[in-house]
């Protein structure tokens, strides 16, 4: 799996073979408190507009969340849990967030600046040895995606492996092993290209200032401040999700996906169909994401934490100012990131993609308006993440028929060329 996030969105949707039958269409229901008042006004358009999306790219399943103050706020489930049954998705589910993750560990690393423990000028060689270039790749520069090192998930050894052994239990030593042991792609801070080696460096940051495993810290500074009792970052010899939570699909394998998620057209159209299943790939170890990408969330929990993500919570008003200044156009038009954030046209926030689940958390600073949405199918067959073609399509009820959404940083060109690869576990 190429570079592990698909941060901040990668797009479309599968539907059609994901409900109950190969003919049944995605059915919604609203969250159990929207149904004791009247619906906002958006919700006919919204529901419509999701259902025909799941039908158009096989999606099995997704939970969307709107809290607006304008407009009001709502949660509906679509589809099903697990293919060739009738088990609705509950909103209650728990997801694997993927890339969401990486917001959690560079919020880390800047509230230990904000401690005077480290500065984001500081060489990574100051705390890890070994990294190429480690004597001028800084943290900002590992934060915001600049540092020019390979990422390992694009490695095919690699992809193997979790194709063969998906139980396996990776260390933070071997992925770096992986990385290193592969030229770095550019000079420090010259161009933006995800990678996945970056963050998980960051990680190690964390535990080494901290003195504490990365949940300890994740917890202590994070999910208990803002009371987020549905998130979790499991130990590495742990692949379970805390239940309820959907069974998790993706089609073709890590190693076919390497280049590009989008299946051939023949393939595309018989997943639509419904009669090319995606594999269930629930339970594969994601210690490979680690803070990449390995934590657990429901929607409401990511809403919450998008608000703080975005709002300001989480970190003293001159570094959260240091945060969102840090954003920058990447790969052109609204599209862009920054510390350990995207942004996706108005929206800021990430996205996350992991075999099996896409989920996108974005929060409009100007108008409040917050967009959660979680689902159990990586990429649809066109090869967009799915949850990013529900974002798509939801944008312009919001913002106007002439809404045209950016491109997703995570798949961007870097400031110059470089054609970007599919994100796994983004």
């Given amino acids: 799996m190429k570079t592990l996030a698909t941060s901040l969105v990668a797009v479309v949707v599968l539907a059609a073979s994901a409900c109950s039958s190969d003919t049944a269409e995605p059915e919604s229901t ?34 969307v969340q709107i809290s607006s103050p304008d407009r009001g706020d709502w949660t509906g489930t679509f589809g099903t849990s697990a293919l ?6 509950s909103a209650d589910d728990h997801f694997r967030i993927g890339s969401n993750t990486k917001t959690m560990t560079v919020t880390a690393i800047l509230q230990l600046v904000q401690e005077g ?58 992925l770096l092993q992986i990385a290193f042991a592969r030229p770095v792609n550019f000079s420090p801070g010259e161009q933006f290209e995800y990678s996945n080696t970056n963050t998980v460096l960051l990680g190690l940051v964390v535990e080494e200032l901290t003195g504490m495993p990365v949940a300890e810290a994740f917890d202590e500074r994070i999910f208990a401040p803002l009371g987020l009792a549905n998130t979790s970052f499991p130990a590495i010899e742990d692949s379970s999700i805390p239940d309820p939570h959907p069974r998790g699909y993706m089609f073709g394998t890590n190693v076919s996906t390497i280049d590009t998620f989008e299946l051939p057209d023949d393939q595309q159209a018989a997943a639509v169909a419904g009669t090319l299943k995606p594999n269930d790939v629930t339970d594969d170890n994601p210690s490979w994401a680690w803070t990449a990408g390995a934590a657990i969330s429901t929607v409401d929990d990511m809403t919450t934490y998008v608000k703080a993500l975005v709002g300001g919570g989480l970190l003293d008003e001159q570094m959260q100012n240091t945060r969102l200044d840090s954003v920058q156009s ?21 996205d996350g993609q992991l075999p099996g689940f896409m989920t996108f958390m974005g929060h409009d600073p100007d108008t409040d308006l917050t967009i959660v949405i979680a689902t159990n199918l990586s990429t649809v067959p066109s090869g967009e993440g799915s949850a990013l073609t529900l974002v798509k399509g939801i944008l312009p009820i919001f913002y106007g028929s002439d809404y045209q959404a950016p491109s997703d940083p995570a798949r961007a060109p870097g400031a110059e060329e470089s054609t970007p690869v599919p994100t796994p576990g983004g």
């Fill in 84 to 89: 060739d049954t009738d088990d609705p998705i």
């Fill in 330 to 350: 990447v790969g052109g038009g609204t599209a862009g990131y920054g510390l350990g954030m995207a942004q996706f046209g108005p929206l800021l926030g990430h």
């Fill in 30 to 63: 609203p969250s159990p408190t929207s149904s004791d008042q009247a619906q906002p006004e958006y919700v006919a358009e919204l529901e419509s507009t999701v259902e025909q999306l799941m039908r158009d790219n096989a999606i099995p399943g997704a939970v």
């Fill in 117 to 174: 423990r480290l500065s984001l000028d500081d060489p990574i060689s100051k705390y890890i040895d070994g990294v190429p270039n480690g004597d001028t790749i800084t943290l900002a520069q590992l934060a915001e995606m600049r540092s020019g090192l390979y990422s390992y998930t694009f490695d095919p050894d690699f992809n193997a492996t979790l194709d063969r052994e998906p139980e396996k239990v990776w260390t933070q030593e071997e």
